[in-house]
């Protein structure tokens, strides 16, 4: 293995630790630590640790790195720059996609509606049933993306992701967030199909408004800053 696909493969390895919260915001870490956990020697450990620190996922002071904790204010601030250019971008979708586009759009949408509706005692498969709705979520948002031609504006939007995303699980847990979140997406999606630009951007808007408001109300139970 080259030194540059062990650098990748440690960075994909902390962030999913992160992401998933197996690594808990606030918490130390050392490239001694990585290095043993995961196997991979310190050098690309380091790299992948200057790489998440980029990301904004670690945060280093006088040589001591941890688990960047991200603040109340902060979220809400990524969700305002959110609301302004993923509603945009939905705009432009509805005006730049394809029928063929459209109609993959509409196929993941029955996808997630399928999804939204099931419902388990078992923890374990209620666990698969949420990750497997956040990966059609994903899809659905990437067709968006590639339909509205705008390769610049995705990366701005996946690297501000990054920042929210360790709260998602807990905010999809909450009772309901699912088919209300399928509802929001459905009416996103409706507007775009039927070539509706300014109501799909003001769809998704509110969508990430109401998904904004939720993550506030997480991070408070949980006693994360203010700001």
């Known amino acids: 293995m080259t030194k540059k696909k062990s650098s990748e493969k440690a960075y ?17 870490v050392t490239e001694h630590s990585l290095s043993e956990m995961l196997g991979i ?25 941890t688990v960047y904790l ?3 204010d902060e979220v809400k601030e990524i969700f305002d720059i959110k609301s302004a250019l993923e509603g945009a971008i939905t705009g432009w979708a509805t005006e ?3 029928q063929e586009d459209k109609k993959e759009l509409a196929k993941i949408m029955d996808q997630m509606k ?18 497997d709705w956040i990966t059609t979520d994903h899809a659905l948002h990437n067709v968006i993306f590639r339909m509205a031609g705008s390769a610049r504006s995705q990366k701005i939007i996946e690297n ?14 909450i009772e309901g967030r699912v088919l209300r979140s399928c509802k929001e997406h459905e009416q996103v999606v409706k507007y775009i199909i039927e070539g509706e630009a300014e109501k799909a951007e003001m769809a998704m808007r509110k969508h990430l408004a ?18």
């Open 41 to 65: 020697g310190r050098t690309p450990v380091r790299e992948a640790l200057a790489k998440l620190e980029l990301d904004g996922l670690i945060y280093s002071d006088k040589g001591r790195k």
């Open 210 to 227: 109401t998904m904004k408001v939720e993550i506030e109300n997480v991070m408070r139970l949980f006693n994360y800053p203010q700001s």
């Open 160 to 173: 501000l992701n990054i920042q929210w995303h360790r709260t998602r699980i807990s905010v999809y847990a």
């Open 70 to 72: 991200t603040t109340i």
């Open 96 to 98: 730049r996609g394809s």
């Open 114 to 131: 399928v999804l939204a509706k099931k419902r388990s005692e078992n923890e374990e498969q209620r666990q698969k049933n949420l990750e």
């Open 12 to 28: 994909e390895k902390i962030r999913d630790l992160i992401l998933s919260l197996k690594m808990s915001p606030g918490e130390s």
